[in-house]
């Protein structure tokens, strides 16, 4: 299910105001999308956060119940499709908060994530495998 474009423009507002997103940035698009954790069991305790996937010109955000992720896409160093539940609409992004740190792996779904991916693709410059 698409998102409103009520809903984009609050989502917009709410990333400026809490400083996620600069003033200066533009929105592009958003969807929905859970935060995927996992607890004790690996693969078959994984936690769904509700929220949503947000892409501008120059961050990868993700807002929800908890605190939101907010990756700058020259942060980003790899990119992967992965199952989520067993369904085929998980995005794994690695990434690296602080140069020559240790890399952070992040799992979110999100429907449709072919159209997410190519975005992603397009502002890293990085293959998703």
Do not use: H
Not at 6 to 31: C, H, R, V
Not at 48 to 56: I, K, S
Not at 66 to 82: A, F, H, M, T
């Amino acid at each position: 299910m698409a998102l409103s474009e009520k809903k984009k423009e609050s989502l917009k507002a709410n990333l400026k105001k809490s400083g996620a997103m600069a003033q200066e940035d533009t929105f592009i698009d958003a969807a929905y999308a859970n935060q995927i954790t996992f607890g004790v069991g690996g693969v078959f305790m994984q936690k769904a956060l509700p929220g949503f996937a947000c892409f501008t010109e120059e961050k990868f955000i993700w807002t929800g119940a908890g605190d939101d992720i907010v990756i700058p896409y020259n942060q980003i160093r790899e990119l992967d499709k992965c199952l989520i539940m067993l369904m085929p609409m998980g995005i794994k992004i690695t990434y690296e908060p602080t140069p020559g740190g240790k890399p952070v792996k992040k799992r979110f779904s999100i429907m449709s994530r072919k159209k997410w991916i190519a975005i992603l693709e397009e502002k890293t410059k990085i293959t998703c495998i």
